[in-house]
Nanobody
Framework: QVQLVESGGGLVQAGGSLRLSCAAS????????MGWFRQAPGKEREFVAA????????KYADSVKGRFTISRDNAKNTVYLQMNSLKPEDTAVYYC??????????????????WGKGTLVTVSS
């Protein structure tokens, strides 16, 4: 079992930055591909970014490419999402996920093993 706890959400003005963290506990964190998803009010959950266990491969949704950066520190069992140049349309609950899959598999929500409970990001215009 892996427990995932997100933090770092909050209210920020458009153009600002936030860094989300996802702390993992339980089974060996480093064997999992980790990902970030988001769900805006009234919309379906969507893929944001993913990173392989080694950190050697990443994948991003087109809507966040060039603005968001995913990274991980296996020694700290933590994955991060640095979000820059935030836009009002980035407002959503952001969820962390873990899966023994590829970043491509993560991007289509294939075989997600664990989800966090989410952290709210609100971007004001």
């Amino acid at each position: 079992q892996v427990q995932l706890v997100e933090s770092g959400g909050g209210l920020v003005q458009a153009g600002g930055s936030l860094r989300l963290s996802c702390a993992a506990s339980g089974r060996t964190f480093s064997f999992y591909t980790m990902g970030w998803f988001r769900q805006a009010p009234g919309k379906e959950r969507e893929f944001v970014a993913a990173i392989t266990w080694s950190g050697g491969s990443t994948k991003y949704a087109d809507s966040v490419k060039g603005r968001f950066t995913i990274s991980r520190d296996n020694a700290k069992n933590t994955v991060y999402l640095q979000m820059n140049s935030l836009k009002p349309e980035d407002t959503a609950v952001y969820y962390c996920a873990a899966a023994k899959t590829t970043t491509q598999g993560m991007s289509v929500m294939s075989g997600i093993d664990y989800w966090g409970k989410g952290t709210l990001v609100t971007v004001s215009s």
